[in-house]
């Protein structure tokens, strides 16, 4: 079963438009939630993360927003460029798991100029 | 002055073959990871070492095999590999008290 799941799969948005990708997990147990980008060819680096006792987290055009009852986070990227455009993973990690990273399904973005 | 680098990019192989990926980490990290990319892009755990010590070991058949010589190394051996074996594999490495991984550019593995 899938411990993180992810959507939307893919999302098409004009430059300067907000990309919204949602996550949502099943273990309370997960206390760090980063977020990925990949570009093609390349491995996954860390853009943002978050830790369960905050609800929002912002580094210059890209938020996270932590909804812990529902369990629920969501990464926002504002002013979408096209250099933006790549695949971009939720994950969801404890120190429980040994520090293992279980990512979601990852969402395709393509940025529009 | 690559962080974590992986060799080979790419391997072209037949079914049958036994094949070997080598990864190096030069960021002082104690823990290293062997991630899997499937063709639908999802990414998930094989194994994890902890100062040459296997930490995690999810349910991987037994033809791969990881080997740690040290702590800035970890290998990923493939035995009487098989169609289904073709993915991205992806070296990654971390501090034990931290959950920031760095990535290595991945082994683009097809099994002919």
């Known amino acids: 079963q899938q411990q993180v799941k992810q959507s939307p799969q893919s999302l098409i948005v004009q430059k300067g438009g907000i990309s919204i990708i949602n996550c949502a997990y099943e273990?309370?147990?997960?206390?760090?939630f980063p977020w990925y980008q990949q570009f093609p060819g390349k491995g996954p680096a860390l853009l943002i993360a978050?830790?369960?006792?905050?609800s929002e987290k912002k580094e210059g055009r890209f938020t996270i927003s932590f909804n812990k009852s529902a369990k629920q986070f969501s990464l926002h990227i504002m002013d979408s460029q096209p250099g933006d455009s790549a695949t971009y993973f939720c994950?969801?990690?404890?120190?429980?798991?040994?520090?293992?990273?279980?990512f979601g399904g990852g969402t395709r973005v393509l940025v529009k100029p | 002055d690559t962080a974590v680098s992986q060799t080979p990019k790419y391997l072209v192989t037949q079914m049958g073959n036994d094949k070997s990926i080598k990864c190096e980490q030069n960021?002082?990290?104690?823990?290293m990871y062997w991630y899997k990319q499937d063709s639908k892009k999802f990414l998930k755990i094989m194994f994890s070492?902890?100062?040459?010590?296997?930490?995690i070991n999810e349910t991987v058949p037994n033809r791969f095999s990881p080997k740690s010589p040290d702590k800035a190394h970890l290998n990923l051996h493939i035995n009487s590999l098989e169609l289904g074996d073709s993915a991205v594999y992806f070296c990654?490495?971390?501090?034990?008290?931290?959950?920031?991984?760095?990535f290595g550019s991945g082994t683009r593995l097809t099994v002919v």
């Open positions: 978050i830790r369960p006792d905050v």
């Open positions: 990654a490495s971390s501090h034990s008290t931290s959950y920031g991984y760095t």
């Open positions: 994950a969801a990690a404890s120190k429980a798991a040994g520090n293992k990273l279980t």
């Open positions: 960021l002082g990290h104690d823990t």
């Open positions: 070492y902890n100062n040459k010590e296997l930490i």
């Open positions: 273990n309370t147990a997960f206390d760090y």
